[in-house]
C-alpha cells in the first residue's frame, strides 16, 4: 500500500521536501512505526529528530503505534514555535 | 478563521467579542523583534500544520471560557512572512473583571506556545536562517494560571 509522508517546520529542510510518497507492506498490520522507520532510512537526519516528533492525520495527533491504511496522509510534527 | 495570512485586524475582534456584561478587556499582541538569543533578527516566516493548528486554537479559546470566568476569547495567528515589528498574534479576552481578563489571557498564549503546530524561522541579519527551538507535542506541560 501507499501512504503520503508530509513534513513540516525544519524536517522539511532535513528531509529536503515538503511532501513524498512512501510504500508499506500490505497485510494490514503496517503503523506510523514502521512508516517512520523505512523513512529514517531514507533521510538519515531524522534520527536524531525522530524522539521530539508528533504524528497527525488529517486533524488529529496520533500514536507511533496506530495503524496507518492506504491512502492515509501522515504528517510529521517537529517542535512547534508559535506565538 | 484563526490562521491568517494578511495583517490582523484587532477592530474587526473587537467588534466580534463586544458583550456589554464585559468591564474588561485584555489584549495580548506577539509582535516580530529584531533579535533571538543574541542575533539580530531581519524577518520571520510562520508556518503551520493548518487542520491541526486551526482546531487546536479553537479548543484552546473553549479551554479558557470554560476554565476562567469570562465572556470571550478569541485568537488568531498571522502565517507567511512578518517584517519587525509586525503582529504575529492577537489575543482578545472579554470578562465582567480584569483578573479574569489576564489570566485568561495569560492561559491563551502560554497554551498556543505549547500546543499550536506552528513553526517560526527566523532569517538574520547576515542572510542565514533557521527555525526556532520549539515545544515537542510530545511533552506535557503545565502552565500556571
Known amino acids: 500500500m501507499e501512504i503520503r509522508i508530509e513534513y513540516y517546520g525544519i524536517l522539511e529542510q532535513v528531509c529536503g521536501t515538503r511532501a513524498e510518497k512512501l510504500e508499506l507492506h500490505d497485510d494490514g498490520q503496517a503503523t506510523v ?3 517512520v522507520d523505512c523513512l529514517v532510512k531514507r ?9 521530539h516528533i508528533a504524528y497527525a492525520v488529517g486533524e488529529t495527533l496520533i500514536q507511533e ?3 496507518v491504511v492506504d491512502g492515509a496522509v501522515l504528517a510529521l510534527l517537529p517542535p512547534v514555535s508559535g506565538g | 478563521m484563526r490562521l491568517v495570512t494578511e495583517p490582523i485586524v484587532l477592530d474587526g475582534l473587537l467588534a466580534e467579542t463586544a458583550a456589554p456584561e464585559a468591564g474588561a478587556l485584555a489584549i495580548f499582541c506577539g509582535t516580530v523583534r529584531n533579535h533571538n538569543e543574541d542575533r539580530p533578527v531581519r524577518k520571520l516566516s510562520y508556518s503551520a ?18 476554565k476562567f470566568d469570562i465572556l470571550e476569547c478569541r485568537i488568531v495567528h498571522r502565517l507567511g512572512e512578518l517584517k519587525i515589528g509586525d503582529t504575529s498574534l492577537l489575543i482578545v479576552v472579554r470578562s465582567a473583571h480584569r483578573a479574569e481578563a489576564y489570566q485568561a489571557s495569560r492561559y491563551a498564549i502560554e497554551e498556543v ?7 517560526k524561522l527566523e532569517e538574520y ?3 542565514t536562517w533557521s527555525y526556532v527551538k520549539g515545544c515537542s507535542l510530545n511533552e506535557r506541560h503545565h502552565v500556571e494560571t
Open chain 1, 33 to 35: 512505526r514502521e512508516a
Open chain 1, 43 to 51: 533521510h538519515a537526519g531524522l534520527e536524531p529528530h525522530r524522539e
Open chain 1, 65 to 67: 503505534t496506530a495503524p
Open chain 2, 49 to 66: 500544520y493548518e487542520p491541526l493548528a486551526e482546531k487546536t486554537l479553537a479548543e484552546i479559546e473553549c479551554e479558557a471560557r470554560d
Open chain 2, 113 to 119: 506556545k505549547h500546543r499550536a503546530p506552528i513553526w
Open chain 2, 125 to 127: 541579519t547576515d542572510g
